[in-house]
């Protein structure tokens, strides 16, 4: 069973109509108290960083995420929240993913980095299993996470910036897997096999 935390910010059903197309049973939970009665859990999330932070503090879904032991992952603003800290609205984060949100640096191209774009797998992992270069994902973004230790899966856009990372029981996804056709089917099902 696999959880969908409703912050009140995101469009959850996307994600849940994705992981029915799975074959998966996800239920959108409202209280902390319910996730840790699920195996897995998915973090969405759509909207202002600083926002949906609060939100998260001051329905108590911070301490739940941080006992929470079990495969949880992030998606777009959800994955950002998960780091340590973000530049839209200057705050701090969940910090179980580590490093930094900062703005996008797109130069001379249109912000924000809306569409499909290739992937490059930078470290293998359960999450990466079948990706290859030559497929692409579909991106809605104006801030990312700088490359480090913890970047799976490295974007361009501009710069180079993490598209899936991953820390211990926790991983995040920047773009649209529920949006991303078959490669975003595959690595949606990755995250349903993802062992610890």
Request: glycine fraction near 10%; charge should be negative.
């Amino acid at each position: 069973m696999i959880a969908i935390i409703n912050t009140g910010c995101a469009n959850i059903n996307s994600v849940r109509f994705a992981f029915e197309r799975l074959g998966q049973t996800s239920t959108v939970i409202t209280s902390p108290d319910q996730l840790a009665g699920f195996e897995r859990a998915i973090l969405p999330g759509v909207g202002h960083a600083s926002v949906a932070m609060k939100r998260l503090v001051d329905n108590g879904w911070q301490q739940a995420i941080n006992e929470y032991q079990r495969p949880l992952m992030g998606i777009c603003l959800g994955m950002q929240l998960l780091c340590e800290s973000t530049e839209e609205g200057n705050v701090q984060c969940l910090g179980k993913i580590p490093g930094q949100v900062k703005v996008l640096d797109v130069g001379n191209l249109t912000s924000p980095h809306m569409g499909w774009n290739n992937l490059n797998v930078n470290k293998e992992h359960a999450l990466t299993k079948g990706l290859t270069l030559d497929e692409q994902v579909y991106f809605v973004h104006s801030f990312a996470h700088t490359v480090n230790d913890a970047t799976l899966v490295s974007g361009e856009y501009g710069q180079t910036f993490s598209a899936i990372v991953a820390k211990d029981n926790y991983a995040g996804m920047q773009f649209h897997p529920e949006r991303s056709a078959k490669v975003g089917a595959r690595l949606l099902q990755n995250f349903v096999d993802w062992q610890l």
